[in-house]
Protein backbone atom coordinates (compact mmCIF):
# COMPACT_ATOMS: atom_id res chain seq x y z
CA UNK A 1 0.00 0.00 0.00
CA UNK A 2 1.32 3.42 -0.86
CA UNK A 3 1.59 6.07 1.70
CA UNK A 4 0.08 9.30 2.63
CA UNK A 5 3.14 10.95 0.74
CA UNK A 6 3.75 9.23 -2.06
CA UNK A 7 0.07 9.71 -3.27
CA UNK A 8 0.47 13.31 -2.67
CA UNK A 9 3.86 13.57 -4.93
CA UNK A 10 1.93 11.97 -7.56
CA UNK A 11 -1.32 13.86 -7.43
CA UNK A 12 0.54 17.03 -6.95
CA UNK A 13 2.33 16.30 -10.62
CA UNK A 14 -0.53 15.30 -12.67
CA UNK A 15 -2.27 18.40 -11.16
CA UNK A 16 0.21 20.80 -12.23
CA UNK A 17 0.65 19.21 -15.30
CA UNK A 18 -3.53 18.96 -16.50
CA UNK A 19 -3.74 21.18 -19.29
CA UNK A 20 -7.77 21.93 -19.51
CA UNK A 21 -10.40 21.15 -17.15
CA UNK A 22 -11.93 18.24 -17.88
CA UNK A 23 -8.94 17.11 -16.92
CA UNK A 24 -8.37 18.30 -13.49
CA UNK A 25 -12.25 17.09 -13.17
CA UNK A 26 -10.61 13.70 -13.91
CA UNK A 27 -8.45 13.82 -10.98
CA UNK A 28 -10.29 14.90 -8.58
CA UNK A 29 -12.30 12.05 -9.28
CA UNK A 30 -9.07 9.91 -9.37
CA UNK A 31 -8.02 10.76 -5.80
CA UNK A 32 -10.99 12.09 -3.83
CA UNK A 33 -14.09 10.45 -5.82
CA UNK A 34 -15.93 7.88 -3.82
CA UNK A 35 -13.68 5.33 -5.41
CA UNK A 36 -10.71 7.74 -5.35
CA UNK A 37 -7.00 6.69 -3.68
CA UNK A 38 -7.53 8.67 -0.99
CA UNK A 39 -10.93 7.64 0.17
CA UNK A 40 -9.45 4.02 -0.24
CA UNK A 41 -6.95 5.29 2.47
CA UNK A 42 -9.19 5.90 5.11
CA UNK A 43 -10.80 2.65 4.33
CA UNK A 44 -8.25 0.85 5.16
CA UNK A 45 -7.46 2.17 8.68
CA UNK A 46 -8.80 -0.67 10.56
CA UNK A 47 -5.96 -2.34 9.22
CA UNK A 48 -3.44 0.18 11.19
CA UNK A 49 -2.67 -1.28 14.44
CA UNK A 50 -4.61 1.27 17.26
CA UNK A 51 -1.48 3.16 18.45
CA UNK A 52 -0.98 4.00 14.89
CA UNK A 53 -4.56 5.14 13.73
CA UNK A 54 -4.47 8.57 15.19
CA UNK A 55 -1.50 9.41 13.33
CA UNK A 56 -2.52 8.00 9.88
CA UNK A 57 -5.75 9.56 10.49
CA UNK A 58 -3.98 12.81 10.71
CA UNK A 59 -2.29 11.90 7.21
CA UNK A 60 -4.66 11.00 5.32
CA UNK A 61 -7.08 14.11 6.14
CA UNK A 62 -4.21 16.20 5.20
CA UNK A 63 -3.68 14.24 2.04
CA UNK A 64 -7.10 14.87 1.48
CA UNK A 65 -6.93 19.00 1.78
CA UNK A 66 -3.64 19.49 0.00
CA UNK A 67 -4.91 17.57 -2.88
CA UNK A 68 -8.19 19.14 -2.71
CA UNK A 69 -6.37 22.44 -2.48
CA UNK A 70 -4.23 21.80 -5.44
CA UNK A 71 -7.92 20.94 -7.50
CA UNK A 72 -8.91 24.37 -6.54
CA UNK A 73 -5.82 26.50 -7.36
CA UNK A 74 -5.83 24.38 -11.19
CA UNK A 75 -9.26 25.69 -11.50
CA UNK A 76 -8.66 28.94 -10.43
CA UNK A 77 -6.08 28.93 -13.10
CA UNK A 78 -8.46 27.87 -15.82
CA UNK A 79 -10.63 30.47 -15.07
CA UNK A 80 -8.39 32.87 -14.90
CA UNK A 81 -7.11 32.21 -18.29
CA UNK A 82 -11.13 31.79 -19.53
CA UNK A 83 -11.52 35.25 -17.90
CA UNK A 84 -8.58 36.95 -20.04
CA UNK A 85 -9.46 35.43 -23.15
CA UNK A 86 -12.63 36.97 -23.21
CA UNK A 87 -11.78 40.49 -22.10
CA UNK A 88 -9.02 40.01 -24.86
CA UNK A 89 -11.92 39.00 -27.36
CA UNK A 90 -14.05 41.84 -25.86
CA UNK A 91 -11.40 44.45 -25.84
CA UNK A 92 -12.99 47.98 -26.98
CA UNK A 93 -11.11 50.65 -28.76
CA UNK A 94 -11.76 53.62 -26.44
CA UNK A 95 -9.60 55.92 -29.16
CA UNK A 96 -12.17 54.48 -31.99
CA UNK A 97 -15.36 57.70 -31.82
CA UNK A 98 -18.39 56.50 -30.51
CA UNK A 99 -22.45 56.53 -32.03
CA UNK A 100 -23.97 59.38 -29.93
CA UNK A 101 -27.13 58.44 -30.17
CA UNK A 102 -30.24 60.43 -32.16
CA UNK A 103 -31.94 63.04 -29.68
CA UNK A 104 -35.23 64.46 -30.14
CA UNK A 105 -36.25 67.93 -30.47
CA UNK A 106 -39.07 70.20 -30.31
CA UNK A 107 -41.92 69.52 -33.36
CA UNK A 108 -42.08 72.36 -35.13
CA UNK A 109 -45.77 73.11 -34.11
CA UNK A 110 -44.23 73.80 -30.77
CA UNK A 111 -41.29 75.70 -31.79
CA UNK A 112 -43.87 78.30 -33.81
CA UNK A 113 -45.92 78.24 -30.61
CA UNK A 114 -43.07 78.90 -27.91
CA UNK A 115 -42.15 81.85 -30.82
CA UNK A 116 -45.09 83.25 -30.36
CA UNK A 117 -45.87 83.37 -26.78
CA UNK A 118 -41.86 84.61 -26.27
CA UNK A 119 -43.29 87.41 -28.30
CA UNK A 120 -46.16 88.15 -26.59
CA UNK A 121 -44.58 87.59 -23.28
CA UNK A 122 -42.44 90.31 -23.93
CA UNK A 123 -45.51 92.19 -24.01
CA UNK A 124 -46.61 91.33 -20.97
CA UNK A 125 -48.99 89.02 -21.38
CA UNK A 126 -49.97 85.53 -19.48
CA UNK A 127 -50.03 82.33 -20.99
CA UNK A 128 -53.66 80.51 -19.80
CA UNK A 129 -54.74 76.73 -21.21
CA UNK A 130 -58.04 75.33 -21.17
CA UNK A 131 -60.04 72.40 -21.91
CA UNK A 132 -60.51 71.00 -25.26
CA UNK A 133 -63.81 69.04 -24.29
CA UNK A 134 -65.93 72.20 -23.93
CA UNK A 135 -69.20 72.89 -23.32
CA UNK A 136 -71.91 74.58 -26.02
CA UNK A 137 -72.12 77.39 -23.44
CA UNK A 138 -68.50 78.38 -23.68
CA UNK A 139 -68.18 77.12 -27.06
CA UNK A 140 -71.02 79.45 -28.87
CA UNK A 141 -73.05 81.00 -26.58
CA UNK A 142 -70.85 83.29 -24.21
CA UNK A 143 -69.09 84.34 -27.34
CA UNK A 144 -72.42 85.51 -28.99
CA UNK A 145 -72.65 83.23 -31.51
CA UNK A 146 -76.60 83.44 -33.01
CA UNK A 147 -78.86 80.07 -32.81
CA UNK A 148 -78.26 79.38 -36.47
CA UNK A 149 -74.92 80.24 -36.87
CA UNK A 150 -73.65 77.95 -38.99
CA UNK A 151 -70.27 76.87 -37.29
CA UNK A 152 -73.20 75.07 -34.80
CA UNK A 153 -73.82 72.70 -37.02
CA UNK A 154 -73.01 68.94 -36.49
CA UNK A 155 -71.22 68.94 -40.09
CA UNK A 156 -68.49 71.59 -38.53
CA UNK A 157 -68.04 70.57 -35.02
CA UNK A 158 -67.55 67.07 -33.13
CA UNK A 159 -70.38 67.09 -30.89
CA UNK A 160 -70.29 64.37 -27.74
CA UNK A 161 -73.48 65.28 -26.15
CA UNK A 162 -76.14 68.39 -27.31
CA UNK A 163 -74.13 70.15 -24.36
CA UNK A 164 -70.35 69.44 -24.61
CA UNK A 165 -68.22 69.73 -27.88
CA UNK A 166 -64.67 69.49 -28.70
CA UNK A 167 -63.78 73.27 -29.12
CA UNK A 168 -63.64 74.44 -32.28
CA UNK A 169 -61.59 77.43 -31.70
CA UNK A 170 -59.50 78.80 -28.24
CA UNK A 171 -62.10 81.28 -27.76
CA UNK A 172 -63.54 79.20 -24.79
CA UNK A 173 -60.48 79.94 -22.96
CA UNK A 174 -60.93 83.73 -22.77
CA UNK A 175 -64.43 83.81 -21.48
CA UNK A 176 -63.28 81.48 -18.71
CA UNK A 177 -60.92 83.96 -17.98
CA UNK A 178 -63.56 87.13 -18.24
CA UNK A 179 -65.62 85.26 -15.87
CA UNK A 180 -63.01 84.16 -13.43
CA UNK A 181 -60.56 87.74 -13.09
CA UNK A 182 -61.26 90.92 -12.96
CA UNK A 183 -59.44 93.52 -15.62
CA UNK A 184 -56.65 94.47 -16.30
CA UNK A 185 -56.78 91.22 -18.30
CA UNK A 186 -53.78 90.38 -21.06
CA UNK A 187 -53.43 86.61 -21.76
CA UNK A 188 -52.80 84.38 -24.41
CA UNK A 189 -54.24 81.06 -25.37
CA UNK A 190 -52.23 78.41 -27.03
CA UNK A 191 -53.89 74.76 -27.46
CA UNK A 192 -55.63 72.47 -30.12
CA UNK A 193 -58.58 73.07 -31.90
CA UNK A 194 -61.14 70.30 -33.28
CA UNK A 195 -63.42 70.99 -36.34
CA UNK A 196 -64.76 68.63 -39.23
CA UNK A 197 -62.69 69.48 -41.47
CA UNK A 198 -61.70 66.85 -44.15
CA UNK A 199 -58.24 66.60 -44.68
CA UNK A 200 -56.49 68.46 -47.57
CA UNK A 201 -53.00 70.48 -48.26
CA UNK A 202 -54.58 73.15 -46.20
CA UNK A 203 -56.97 71.55 -43.77
CA UNK A 204 -57.31 69.42 -40.75
CA UNK A 205 -59.55 68.25 -38.33
CA UNK A 206 -57.37 69.02 -35.76
CA UNK A 207 -55.01 72.13 -35.41
CA UNK A 208 -53.51 74.80 -33.30
CA UNK A 209 -54.36 78.34 -32.47
CA UNK A 210 -53.01 81.31 -29.81
CA UNK A 211 -55.73 83.85 -29.24
CA UNK A 212 -54.82 86.99 -27.25
CA UNK A 213 -57.37 89.16 -24.84
CA UNK A 214 -56.73 92.50 -23.40
CA UNK A 215 -59.18 94.25 -21.62
CA UNK A 216 -59.03 97.57 -19.56
CA UNK A 217 -60.20 100.66 -19.53
CA UNK A 218 -59.73 102.93 -22.43
CA UNK A 219 -58.67 100.34 -25.07
CA UNK A 220 -58.96 101.19 -28.29
CA UNK A 221 -58.71 99.75 -31.90
CA UNK A 222 -55.05 101.58 -31.90
CA UNK A 223 -54.15 99.58 -29.59
CA UNK A 224 -54.90 96.68 -31.52
CA UNK A 225 -53.70 97.61 -34.97
CA UNK A 226 -50.20 98.57 -33.04
CA UNK A 227 -50.10 95.47 -31.11
CA UNK A 228 -51.07 92.95 -34.25
CA UNK A 229 -48.13 95.24 -36.08
CA UNK A 230 -45.32 94.47 -33.43
CA UNK A 231 -45.96 90.99 -33.54
CA UNK A 232 -45.88 91.07 -37.62
CA UNK A 233 -42.25 92.11 -37.23
CA UNK A 234 -40.99 90.35 -34.80
CA UNK A 235 -42.04 87.06 -36.46
CA UNK A 236 -41.85 87.18 -39.86
CA UNK A 237 -39.31 90.32 -40.27
CA UNK A 238 -38.90 94.35 -39.04
CA UNK A 239 -39.74 95.03 -43.19
CA UNK A 240 -43.48 93.79 -42.46
CA UNK A 241 -46.19 96.11 -43.37
CA UNK A 242 -50.03 94.98 -42.15
CA UNK A 243 -53.36 96.28 -43.27
CA UNK A 244 -56.85 95.47 -41.98
CA UNK A 245 -59.95 94.57 -43.86
CA UNK A 246 -63.49 94.25 -42.54
CA UNK A 247 -64.53 91.26 -41.41
CA UNK A 248 -67.34 89.90 -39.20
CA UNK A 249 -66.62 87.74 -35.89
CA UNK A 250 -69.42 87.48 -33.81
CA UNK A 251 -67.64 87.76 -30.35
CA UNK A 252 -65.81 91.21 -31.66
CA UNK A 253 -67.51 94.36 -33.33
CA UNK A 254 -65.94 95.65 -35.35
CA UNK A 255 -63.75 92.91 -36.85
CA UNK A 256 -61.08 92.69 -39.17
CA UNK A 257 -58.35 90.21 -41.09
CA UNK A 258 -55.24 91.19 -40.98
CA UNK A 259 -52.59 90.63 -43.77
CA UNK A 260 -49.66 91.38 -44.03
CA UNK A 261 -47.21 92.44 -46.76
CA UNK A 262 -45.44 89.05 -48.13
CA UNK A 263 -41.92 88.83 -46.74
CA UNK A 264 -40.74 86.78 -49.50
CA UNK A 265 -41.07 88.18 -52.62
CA UNK A 266 -42.83 92.13 -51.33
CA UNK A 267 -45.26 91.72 -53.89
CA UNK A 268 -42.27 92.06 -56.84
CA UNK A 269 -42.91 88.71 -58.18
CA UNK A 270 -46.20 87.22 -59.87
CA UNK A 271 -45.03 83.48 -59.65
CA UNK A 272 -44.44 84.11 -55.53
CA UNK A 273 -45.48 80.73 -53.90
CA UNK A 274 -46.53 82.61 -50.64
CA UNK A 275 -48.61 85.71 -51.69
CA UNK A 276 -49.71 84.24 -55.58
CA UNK A 277 -48.35 88.16 -56.63
CA UNK A 278 -50.99 89.82 -54.52
CA UNK A 279 -48.35 91.36 -52.12
CA UNK A 280 -50.14 90.56 -49.47
CA UNK A 281 -50.66 87.37 -46.76
CA UNK A 282 -54.05 86.58 -44.46
CA UNK A 283 -52.71 85.94 -41.10
CA UNK A 284 -54.89 86.43 -38.56
CA UNK A 285 -58.49 87.31 -37.35
CA UNK A 286 -59.28 90.08 -34.90
CA UNK A 287 -61.40 93.09 -33.48
CA UNK A 288 -62.56 94.97 -30.53
CA UNK A 289 -64.21 92.56 -28.02
CA UNK A 290 -68.29 92.93 -28.54
CA UNK A 291 -70.08 94.51 -25.71
CA UNK A 292 -72.23 90.92 -25.19
CA UNK A 293 -69.19 88.90 -24.58
CA UNK A 294 -67.71 91.31 -22.04
CA UNK A 295 -71.23 91.32 -20.34
CA UNK A 296 -70.74 87.65 -20.12
CA UNK A 297 -68.05 88.37 -17.95
CA UNK A 298 -70.10 90.80 -15.85
CA UNK A 299 -68.16 94.02 -17.34
CA UNK A 300 -69.53 97.42 -17.32
CA UNK A 301 -68.99 97.87 -21.33
CA UNK A 302 -69.43 101.91 -20.41
CA UNK A 303 -66.09 101.43 -18.48
CA UNK A 304 -64.47 98.52 -19.87
CA UNK A 305 -63.26 97.68 -23.48
CA UNK A 306 -60.45 95.18 -24.88
CA UNK A 307 -59.69 93.09 -28.12
CA UNK A 308 -59.13 89.78 -29.17
CA UNK A 309 -57.68 88.15 -32.01
CA UNK A 310 -56.96 84.69 -32.99
CA UNK A 311 -54.08 82.77 -35.78
CA UNK A 312 -53.94 79.33 -36.75
CA UNK A 313 -50.13 78.20 -35.60
CA UNK A 314 -49.89 75.69 -38.37
CA UNK A 315 -50.77 78.23 -40.77
CA UNK A 316 -47.60 80.67 -39.63
CA UNK A 317 -45.49 78.18 -39.85
CA UNK A 318 -46.35 77.25 -43.01
CA UNK A 319 -45.90 80.94 -44.39
CA UNK A 320 -42.96 81.38 -41.90
CA UNK A 321 -40.78 77.77 -43.45
CA UNK A 322 -42.19 77.46 -46.61
CA UNK A 323 -44.28 74.01 -45.66
CA UNK A 324 -47.00 73.48 -48.77
CA UNK A 325 -48.61 70.59 -47.03
CA UNK A 326 -50.57 71.12 -43.69
CA UNK A 327 -50.55 67.20 -43.21
CA UNK A 328 -46.77 67.10 -43.31
CA UNK A 329 -46.95 68.47 -39.20
CA UNK A 330 -48.60 64.94 -38.67
CA UNK A 331 -47.39 62.12 -40.41
CA UNK A 332 -44.32 61.86 -37.96
CA UNK A 333 -41.84 61.48 -40.93
CA UNK A 334 -38.49 61.88 -39.00
CA UNK A 335 -37.44 63.38 -42.32
CA UNK A 336 -39.59 66.01 -41.92
CA UNK A 337 -38.87 66.89 -38.56
CA UNK A 338 -35.07 66.97 -38.76
CA UNK A 339 -35.32 70.11 -41.03
CA UNK A 340 -36.39 71.61 -38.18
CA UNK A 341 -33.49 71.19 -35.19
Same mark, same amino acid.
Given at each position: ??????I????????E???D????????????G?? &??V???? /???G??EPQ????F???????????????E?R /?????D??????L???T #??V???G? #???A??K???? +?T????V???A &?????V #???????????NF?????A??????????????? $?????R?Q???VQ??????Q?P?I???S?????????P??T?????????????? *? &???M??????L???????F????????????F???E?SA??????? #?????D??C??C?G??W???????M????VLK?????TD?Y?????G??? $??????K??? $?DI??F?E?? +???? *?Q??
Amino acid at each position: MRTPAEIFDEAKAAIENADDPSKTEDLRIRYLGKK &GEVTALL /KTMGTIEPQERKAFGMQVNKLKQDVEALIEAR /KRVFADAGKQSKLAAET #IDVSEPGK #IPAAGTKHIIT +ITIDEIVRIFA &GLGYSV #IEGPEVETVFHNFDALNAAADHPSRDMSDTFYIT $EDTLLRTQTSPVQIRTLISQKPPIKVISPGRCFRTDTPDATHSPMFHQVEGLLVD *E &GVTMTDLKGTLDFFAKKMFGADVRTRFRPHFFPFTEPSAEMDMSCF #ICGGNDQSCRVCKGSGWIEILGCGMVHPNVLKVGGLDTDRYTGFAFGMGV $ERSAMLKHGI $EDIRLFYEND +IRFI *EQFY
